[in-house]
Each structure stands twice: as C-alpha cells, then as structure tokens.
C-alpha cells in the first residue's frame, strides 16, 4: 500500500470519481501500478542481526523447518510459518526451493489452515516422501479445537500430476486424517498421551509404508492423567500414504523416573540410516527427538537428543546401542530437527535455530527465527556420531580473507588483525602441544568489551562458547555453554558459521555448538585467536567472506549512534544491590527489600526475562508481587533518588506486570512541581518489556522514577528493571 487517507464525514459519487480521476491523472503514463503481495526481503536490509546466508522466511514468524524431500533435481523445505506477524499463531506451512540445500527461493504458502481439511486450527509440523510418479506428499499436524483430542496426521498432495511444475507451489489438503490417537491406546507400560500425539515423521522402504508420531506414555483414570511414564514416537506402517495405517506400538520411550531429560512427551521424532565416513551402508540409525513438558521447565525449546542403535524391522522396535540419550548440539539454541536421506546417500538434518529474543524484540523487527545450517550425519570409525555441515555450504563462500599455514597461535593472532565481519566462513586446524586452551574470539569490539569466546580445553577436554561479554544489550541472554569433544588425531579441527546473529561451530567433525549473538557496536567484527601455556601450531586457519542464501547483494548491517557517556546513573538502577538502596517506600506495604530478587521465573509460567549486565551479574530485579508479602492485594509507591536528566534525555526500563495504567505503573516525574513526564504499565504478563522515553525536552530538569501501585485483586502488581536514566554529573 502506498498511500491512505482518512478524512471525516463521506464524499457524494461526483466528488470520489473526480478526485480519483485526478489521482489516476498524476500517475506516470496515467498507468495504475500492479497489486504485488510478494514479500520484499529487502524491507530488512540493514537489520544488524537478521541472518543472511541461512534460510529463512521472507518476513515474519517461523518455527521448525520440517519435510525435506528432494523431486526432480530440487530440494523442498517447509516451516512452520505465521504470514500475519512476527508471533506465534495462525500455523501454516511456509515452502521454499533450492537446487542445492544451501541458495534457495521462497515460493508460495504450501498448506494453510481451513475448514474443510484435517487442520482446521493449524497445520503443525510434518514430512514428506515422494510417492513415485504423482511426486511427494506431505503428512502434517492436523489442529482441530473441537475434538476431545485435537492433534492428528493429516495427508496433502501436489498438483504435480496436472501442472507437471517442479516447484510444487499447489498443494490439496485432503478432508480426513490419514491417523490418530484413540482413547487407551496400548503403549508399554501405559497408553498413548492422546492429547499429544504430532510431527509425524514419515518415508517408505521395501514397499513399506513408515510413520513415526510425537506422543509420550502415561496412566489414565478415565478423566484426567494419574501417572507420566516419559516420551515416545509411536510407530503405524501402511502399504500406501492414505491408509489403512496399522498401530505397531512405540518405537522407542524414555523413564522419567531414569532419563529425565527426553521429557514427557517427544516432537519431532527423526529416524534415519546413519551411513560411514564413505557413505558405505552401516546398519545403524539415529532416533533424534526433541523433548516437551505439560508445564514449564527451564530445559524446554533447548535441547535435542539421540540414540544410536539398530531399526528392528520386524519387531518394529528401535534397539539403542547406548541407554543413555546424548545431546545434539551443545549451544541450547538447535532445535526441531527434521531430516531426509539425499539422493547421494547422505543424511541431512535441518533444525530451527531458537533466536531467544523476547516478542517485543519480534514485533520491533518484524521477523522471528530462522533455520540452521543443513548437516551430514555420519557413523565415525570409533562408533561415534559425525557432525559436519553439507558439503554445499562452501559454495556460499566469497572473498579469501586470510590463508594462514603453519603458524604460531602469536603470527596467526598477528595476521587476523585486519581481517573483519560478521559473514564468515572460518576454518582451523591447531595441534595444542601442550596449551592448555585455545581460543577464538569472534565479533570482538576495538576494546574487548563485545566479544565471543570460542574455547577448547585441553584437559577436560570441553569446547564452550562464552557470550558473557557477547552483546552490551542488557535485555540480551548470555551465558556460558558447552560440552565434552574430544581431540582429532591429536588436532583441534574447527569450523564456524558466522551469519549476524547466528553462529554455527563445529569440532572435530564430532559434535556442534549453536548459538546466538546480538552486538551492540558497529566495531565488534574483529577475530583473534589466542591460547594459555605450551607451544600451540596452527596447521592452516582460513577465513572467507560468505555471500547470501537470497538472490541479490547483502547490505551492511546498519547501528545506532552511540549513547551519552558522560553521565551518570540513577543510583541502584537495576537493583544490583540485592534490596531497596537507593529507593524510598513513599506509602504502602507491597515494596520492600523482600521485592527484590533473582528469581528467573513466576513458577506459574516461564521466565521473566530480567536484565543481564556485567554490574548485576544475578539478575535482580523488583518483583511486585511477592507472595510472602500480601502478593496482588498489597499496595504502595516507591521512589528513586531525584536528580538532573541529562546526555540525551532519553530514559529506558523493563517493565511488566498488570495492565492498569491508572493504578499501575512506572513513570517519570518532575521533581520540582511532581509533573508526570512519562509512565508505563505492564500488559497482563510477568515478562518484561523495554519501554523507552524521549524527554530530550526535559534535559536540565530533576526527575525521579515512581512505581505506583494502587491495585489489588488479579494482576494487581507491577515489576520493575533496569531503570536507565542519564545523569548529568555536578
């Protein structure tokens, strides 16, 4: 739309055609423009942390990337995808098209939710599997709010038999599900978990027909869940897509009571051959899942586990060579696996790489998530899992920015001083002899104080990534993660995939570390490599330039101009101290130093999100709630220390709690005649949101923050964080 006019009262026919003739008139050639939908990528360019050479949606909402299939010399990929907003809801399936796995094209929505179909209320994730010559179909979470059980398979096929289109871009939704979970459906030591029972996974051998459904085990008591034994992907077999499909129980499970951490239900369930390092048959598969809890848990859209072991055809059980479920990916953000077996023999995973920003963050960007990196699955020479990202991604690479051979960790460190970016492809091989870590840092400012330390420690054998000091932003997580990899040969082997906010590491073709980085400062491209004791040799380190996954050329990522620093801070801003120092209860009960806390979560629901700053390392913030304190009934005001706003007047604070702008909220106020400049109030949700005011037209003047709180009953609380006021020094 390029333009809108709202104007009051309505205009008589001769008035509207007339104005509109005019309109038409002041067109170039007189020529209306054509109506075009397309999404424009180009509406991002300058997004400093928007991913460039990893797919992704054109704008918007996305989870996982599910139902790769490969048809007719092109590789298909689906997501899950909301096309009204960066926000979750309204699930469709997002289509995409590549003849490499690594550029791709965006193409039409494949599946939306409708009436007449299987998912009235959303088309949840799925896969596909090419069905001979009427090409692939496509097997999805049908959501249909009216039913007791909500969640089953649904069946979509292509247009491909009429229109003969490799792209695939019509898909039918047939009306009936092809599966689902009755009541009391046998499965171990109790029944299928009907109300969760998605992600079917699907492929075909030997004229078999394999379907494998997300669901966990537990006991019933007619009415409601008595007992949960743990997850499982229950597996049906079929001689043609449509059915009948036969129930053959579950494949594999987990017991919470032992292994608790595959939890209690399991999305996403993957089982794929796991070929040799020369692609030689091994008999061995991988079983990826993701895990799921009914409330929340702080490991929840984090992890992704597996087992390795043998597909017992005809006892439709998976047998794992270890009881034990392993970790993925060692960076809390690779998710939602979905995989396929490429036409060279290879098996390819895709994943959704978790962003972990805050919706507020979505909405202000306009897009959420991305996919990660395509890897190659492999079944190394020890029995262990080989990681390494597809071969194609090198295609992507650009300019050479540095081929360094035989080398001191001291020259290399020396010769990566003006190589710079935040595309990078980086590939490095150091013998330690005898360092005790080695470490490179990535997106690092002129003066330290962004960085990201990638390091592998020679002793405990551990690579980890360090995002301490990864981003300025205090509203940003941090952290630090990792896991156990062992040398190669004597050798650290590593690979990272630095795409903006995305970072991709891989060591020793063993395992993979996924994360996310969110800069502040238009400097922190640097890298350096350093390492502590010995004589560590670097064997080759080379870093290229990487290109995007889109037609046309990447623009730079574009920064905000840097804040004041010759100012002040409001004393205790962000609570640091542990209690109200700083702070003065002006009336009321419901703000004390037992307010304040560490507390990451309500208990009730998920994480509050406080800030993360190197001067409160903790996390305190102030919880208006307090349940040992009066909890919603409890009211009060409390106020900062007053002083003189300066720098650029602009003040910012995190916020959250009940949505009462009259009886709740955090507001700026002239200290002089108690003038309200500004205020902000929750939105009926514990986490926070960054709430910013321009009162560059009070600079000079002394302002104070007060936190009111007036209400009682539900909601009637406020919270508080991270209070940023420039200060003008004496």
Request: hydrophobic residues 35%; glycine residues 10%.
């Amino acid at each position: 739309m390029d333009s809108l006019a709202i104007r009051p009262g309505a205009l008589d026919d001769a008035t509207a055609q007339r104005e509109h003739a005019a309109r038409i008139a002041a067109l170039p050639g007189r020529r209306v423009p054509r109506p075009d939908l397309t999404p424009d990528r180009a509406r991002f360019d300058g997004d400093r942390h928007r991913p460039q050479f990893h797919m992704l949606p054109p704008w918007h909402w996305m989870n996982e990337p599910h139902a790769p299939v490969y048809f007719k010399g092109k590789y298909h990929i689906f997501y899950q995808h909301d096309p009204l907003g960066p926000f979750w809801g309204q699930i469709h399936w997002g289509h995409a098209v590549s003849t490499d796995m690594v550029h791709w094209r965006d193409l039409p929505i494949a599946l939306a939710p409708a009436a007449d179909s299987a998912g009235p209320d959303g088309c949840w994730s799925g896969s596909a599997y090419v069905d001979g010559d009427r090409g692939p179909v496509l097997f999805f979470t049908g959501g249909d709010d009216r039913l007791r059980y909500r969640q089953r398979t649904g069946l979509a096929v292509s247009t491909y038999q009429a229109d003969l289109d490799t792209d695939l871009p019509t898909w039918t939704m047939r009306p009936e599900p092809v599966t689902e979970a009755p009541a009391e459906l046998p499965a171990g030591p109790g029944t299928a978990w009907a109300e969760n029972f998605r992600d079917p996974f699907v492929w075909e051998e030997d004229g078999t027909w394999y379907q494998l459904v997300g669901s966990g085990i537990v006991d019933y008591d007619g009415t409601q869940v008595t007992h949960k034994h743990g997850g499982t992907a229950l597996l049906h077999t079929a001689r043609r897509p449509e059915g009948p499909w036969t129930y053959r129980g579950p494949l594999h499970q987990n017991d919470l009571a032992t292994q608790p951490e595959p939890g209690e239900v399991w999305e996403l369930p993957v089982l794929l051959p796991l070929p040799g390092p020369r692609g030689r048959r091994t008999g061995k598969h991988i079983l990826l899942i993701c895990p799921w809890w009914e409330g929340f848990n702080p490991n929840a859209v984090k992890h992704t586990y597996y087992w390795i072991g043998t597909f017992d055809k005809r006892r439709h059980r998976f047998v794992p060579d270890h009881e034990k479920p392993r970790e993925f990916d060692f960076g809390e953000h690779f998710t939602g696996p979905s995989g396929f077996v490429t036409p060279d023999g290879r098996s390819v995973v895709f994943s959704i790489t978790q962003d972990r920003r805050t919706e507020q963050q979505h909405a202000q960007s306009g897009w959420a998530h991305n996919a990660g990196m395509p890897v190659s699955l492999s079944l190394r020479e020890d029995n262990t899992l080989g990681v390494e990202p597809i071969a194609e991604t090198a295609t992507l690479r650009g300019k050479k920015l540095a081929h360094i051979r035989h080398a001191s960790v001291e020259e290399a460190d020396r010769r990566l001083a003006d190589v710079s970016g935040d595309l990078l492809d980086i590939s490095a091989v150091v013998e330690p002899r005898g360092a005790r870590t080695i470490t490179l840092a990535v997106r690092s400012s002129a003066d330290g104080t962004e960085e990201t330390l990638l390091s592998y420690d020679t002793a405990t054998h551990r690579f980890e990534i360090d995002r301490s000091r990864s981003s300025l932003d205090p509203d940003v997580r941090k952290g630090i993660h990792g896991g156990s990899a062992e040398l190669d040969g004597g050798q650290l082997r590593l690979r990272v995939l630095l795409d903006r906010s995305m970072i991709e590491a891989y060591i020793n073709g063993s395992n993979s570390l996924t994360s996310r980085l969110y800069p502040t400062r238009q400097d922190a491209t640097a890298l350096r490599l350093t390492s502590a004791g010995g004589s560590p040799h670097v064997v080759s380190l080379d870093v290229w330039r990487m290109n995007g996954a889109y037609d046309g050329t990447v623009a730079p990522g574009a920064y905000d101009p840097p804040r004041p620093t010759d100012v002040d801070a409001l004393p205790n801003h962000d609570f640091a101290t542990g209690d109200l120092t700083g702070w003065t209860v002006v009336s009321g009960t419901t703000f004390s130093d037992a307010n304040v806390t560490t507390r990451p979560d309500w208990g009730w629901g998920g994480p509050f999100y406080q800030a993360e700053t190197d001067d409160d390392p903790a996390g305190h913030h102030l919880w208006g709630f307090n349940p040992d304190a009066g909890g919603d009934d409890a009211t009060g005001v409390l106020r900062s220390a007053a002083v003189v706003l300066g720098g650029d007047g602009v003040v910012d604070l995190l916020v959250s709690g009940g949505d009462n702008p009259d009886q709740l909220y955090a507001a700026v106020v002239r200290a002089d005649d108690g003038k309200v400049l500004a205020k902000a109030t929750g939105r009926g949700t514990e986490q926070y949101r960054r709430v910013v005011f321009d009162l560059a037209a009070y600079l000079g003047d002394r302002i104070y923050i007060e936190i009111v709180d007036r209400a009682s009953g539900g909601w009637g609380h406020i919270n508080v964080d991270d209070v940023n006021v420039p200060v003008k020094r004496p």
